[in-house]
């Protein structure tokens, strides 16, 4: 009882065109939505990267401070930069790394006081260079009792 009648040259189911133009807006949101979060993924990655390496460079410059501590004081010279060869494990996971110490004496008329600085650089990417730089000051501990 149900019969519909259908105007000349009208398809019998207004919607089937439709169907397509959903799949097709469906498929573009699908497809920006995933290209947005790739992005996110890919940036966070570098974002992590970087910190990561900025943390060896910290522990490779403090190591670098420590072993000028250990040292006698009066076998810390006075250099303006010292380039260092980086041979430990950790230097391996930064590309070109080099470090640079830097000695002075603080203040003439305290030659118990060295400033040291140690500056770690790095190629963090093609195009960026990646720098971590540590300062102190060393005491001459000779007069001190144990």
């Not at 603080?106 to 600085?117: C, E, N, Q, T, Y």
């Not at 963090?124 to 009792?145: P, Q, S, W």
Request: hydrophobic share 40%.
């Amino acid at each position: 009882m149900n019969q519909c009648i259908y105007a000349k040259g009208q398809s019998r189911d207004h919607r089937a065109g439709y169907m397509l133009a959903e799949c097709a807006v469906s498929l573009a949101l699908v497809a920006g939505t995933v290209a947005v979060v790739g992005t996110l993924i890919f940036r966070q990655t570098l974002a992590v990267r970087e910190v990561r390496q900025a943390q060896i460079a910290g522990g490779i410059a403090e190591l670098q401070i420590e072993r000028l501590r250990a040292m006698p004081f009066d076998r810390i010279r006075n250099v303006e930069a010292k380039r260092l060869d980086l041979t430990s494990p950790a230097a391996g996971q930064l590309r070109d790394a080099e470090a640079r110490i830097t000695i002075r004496e603080r203040d003439p008329k305290h030659p118990g006081l060295k400033h040291v600085i140690v500056e770690v650089r790095w190629r963090a990417t093609r195009k960026r260079m990646g720098r971590h730089r540590v300062e102190t000051l060393i005491a001459d501990r000779a007069g001190e009792k144990p």
